[in-house]
């Protein structure tokens, strides 16, 4: 549970954050190809 609190926890609500200032139609699109391809994508200045 610490671990989850302390890394995890901060880590999605930094990502959220950016992805609700950041949000665009063709990103999302982006995301789900590579999703489903299971390809890495250039996110936010980091490979996610």
Same mark, same amino acid.
């Given at each position: 549970?610490? +671990?989850? /609190? &302390?890394?995890? +926890?901060? /880590? &999605? ?36």
């Amino acid at each position: 549970m610490d +671990y989850n /609190d &302390k890394v995890i +926890y901060p /880590d &999605k609500i930094r990502v959220n954050l950016y992805y609700l200032s950041h949000y665009s139609f063709f990103k999302d699109l982006e995301m789900i190809v590579c999703t489903v391809l299971g390809r890495k994508m250039m996110y936010g200045g980091e490979w996610i």
